[in-house]
């Protein structure tokens, strides 16, 4: 019987065979050339397999994707009832959508080939898409809080049939938030269910939820869930702040790929812009992207066309691509758990990678506190363009200059910064300014009033209907008679006109 949060430092060296996984899984894993396990597979996967409560400690890129995702596969294979509708029988968590496709890619094909299914429940997605998937059955849901949270209000979801429930990157839903609705669905699962927390840090939010939830749990660490100096190359490259463009333009146009941090939207935006303009195929990835774009803007990047990404942080937290061997902080972090996180997009499965910190003088004593409580040791080092400091960290070069379009989209359309506005077809929409509608009709003259239909002759004593006073034809709901409509020329919707003078809700 296991112990409650008892630590295991060791396991031994065995095959996915050895460690309890059925044949096919085993097999798929081999054809996709997963032969041995990773330390953190390794030590939680027998405990899992056998029910048992687990708190796994690794870093991003550990494999603890498979280390949850496995076991459930293995103990759901046992017996083969059909889930019910509505219920599905495991439940993943995870605090973005991108890291909710990730779990999905990383799992379906082994639930393939035990005859079951992984779905994902997350949001900017279609919602009704969802419920008509869990109506026909989910074995493992890879859910969001938000969006699990709206399936249960509207009851398209329940989870009293929940046998396994894992959470995926706990610290960083903690970091996001989203404890409270944990909660709130970990309460709906069933009270003898198994659970599995995954976490590249244990900070006090964290241990409270694993007090919780987790009673009689192991805890399998591979790590201090620190970055590694082993694997990672941390500096702080001092430059001047007139030239802290032109150094990004250089590390831009180096060979490999590159992720580039910013702490908004429109930073995001205005890197990606400047780099673009010198010949960089560089994209920002930020939530003010529809969904659809933001998946294009990740397979471009994982498929080497676009080699440089520029990303928020919450927007990255879904990245785990292979091959990503330089990390730079172009804004600096919010915190030393943020420095972390940034810093685990690469050295990933035990490669090697360096992670660079772009500061100007009046950052660097905030800089040097954060490494410090990252637990790392970053070497400081003053650059200016086209030094061979810069050079040799960075394999910095100079960039074309010419400047790259835009992304398009089928037709050949620009994809644009922000939610896309080549939306198809018209549709009606009660957004934020209330009951109006986004399919304002066919278009009509310009012209302050509206044209009078033609009627049929009236009767020879039918009484008129009061006719409008054209002073309030076009009116505002307050009563004023001025504006009228405005072509909507420089919007880039969807056409018609727009009211400039009512009043929104």
Not at 151 to 159: A, D, F, I, S, Y
Not at 385 to 398: H, R, V, Y
């Amino acid at each position: 019987m296991a112990s409650n949060d008892a630590v295991v430092t060791e396991a031994p060296a065995l095959t996915f065979a050895q460690l309890g996984l059925p044949e096919p899984v085993v097999a798929a894993l081999a054809r996709n050339s997963i032969t041995v396990p990773s330390p953190i597979q390794a030590k939680a996967l027998p405990d899992a397999i056998a029910g048992i409560n687990v708190l796994g400690r690794a870093q991003t890129g550990s494999g603890k994707t498979l280390a949850f995702g496995l076991p459930m596969l293995a103990r759901l294979a046992r017996h083969t009832d059909r889930p019910a509708a509505k219920r599905p029988r495991a439940l993943v968590l995870v605090p973005t959508r991108e890291l909710a496709f990730q779990v999905v890619d990383s799992l379906s094909p082994y639930a393939s080939a035990l005859g079951l299914t992984v779905r994902a429940a997350v949001g900017g997605t279609p919602f009704n898409k969802q419920v008509d998937q869990l109506r026909r059955g989910v074995d493992i849901l890879v859910a969001t809080p938000g969006r699990l949270g709206d399936h249960m209000r509207q009851n398209t979801c329940v989870l009293d049939s929940i046998e396994i429930t894992a959470l995926d990157e706990a610290d960083q839903m903690a970091d996001m938030g989203f404890l409270p609705e944990v909660r709130e669905i970990l309460g709906q699962t069933r009270s003898d269910g198994q659970r599995l927390l995954f976490s590249a840090t244990l900070d006090r939010e964290v241990q409270s939820l694993v007090r919780q939830f987790l009673p009689n749990h192991v805890t399998h660490s591979t790590e201090d869930g620190r970055a590694s100096v082993d694997t990672m190359d941390h500096y702080v490259l001092l430059v001047d702040r007139g030239n802290k463009d032109k150094v990004l333009a250089e590390i831009g146009a180096r060979s490999g790929r590159t992720i580039m941090f910013a702490r908004t939207k429109l930073g995001c935006e205005g890197i990606t812009d400047r780099l673009r303009a010198l010949g960089i195929p560089a994209e920002a990835l930020h939530g003010g992207k529809a969904q659809n774009q933001r998946t294009r803007v990740l397979e471009r990047f994982k498929n080497g066309r676009t080699p440089v990404l520029v990303a928020t942080d919450v927007a990255a937290r879904g990245i785990h691509v292979d091959g990503i061997d330089l990390v730079v902080h172009v804004d600096p972090p919010a915190d030393h758990k943020d420095y972390l996180h940034r810093a685990g997009r690469t050295a990933r499965a035990g490669e090697k990678g360096t992670v660079v910190a772009i500061v100007l003088p009046n950052q660097r004593n905030m800089m040097r506190k954060l490494t410090s409580m990252a637990g790392v040791k970053a070497q400081l080092v003053p650059v200016a363009p086209g030094s061979t400091e810069l050079a040799s960290i960075t394999g910095a070069q100079q960039p074309s200059g010419e400047p790259i379009p835009e992304p398009t989209v089928r037709g050949g359309r620009r994809e644009g910064g922000y939610d896309s506005r080549t939306r198809g077809p018209r549709r009606e929409s009660t957004g934020y300014r209330g009951d109006r509608t986004t399919d304002r009709g066919p278009r009509r003259e310009y012209s302050p009033r509206r044209e009078a239909a033609p009627h049929a002759p009236a009767a020879p004593h039918a009484p008129h209907a009061p006719r409008r006073d054209p002073a309030r034809v076009d009116s505002p709901r307050g009563g004023s008679t001025s504006g009228g409509f405005r072509g909507r020329a420089d919007s880039g919707s969807y056409g018609g006109f727009e009211r400039r003078d009512r009043r929104t809700v």
